[in-house]
């Protein structure tokens, strides 16, 4: 299982994106670590959460480069539209 980039839509939150696996053994859960792979969090959901705020952690598209991730305007619009 790879790892996955997601992000974190809310506006105030420091923690920008994450690599998020879900459990093999036990579902519903997500492993969660820091883009900096210094911090490891599980969290208890159905859908993969920020562990600082509690958002849900949108899927990153089209991934290429770091100035596709630092645009949280246009991110956080198309995220919103989806709700
Ligand atoms: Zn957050």
């Not at 974190?8 to 883009?35: G, I, K």
């Amino acid at each position: 299982m790879e790892w996955e980039y997601r992000f974190c839509p809310h506006p105030d939150c420091v923690v920008d994106f994450w690599l998020v696996q879900p459990s093999q053994q036990h579902a519903p859960l997500w492993h969660l670590t820091d883009r900096f792979g210094e911090r490891h969090v599980v969290v208890a959901a159905s859908e993969p959460i920020c562990p600082s705020c509690g958002s849900t952690l949108c899927d990153v598209k089209d991934q290429h480069s770091s100035d596709d991730i630092l645009k949280p305007g246009a991110l956080y619009d198309f995220v919103r539209s989806l709700s």
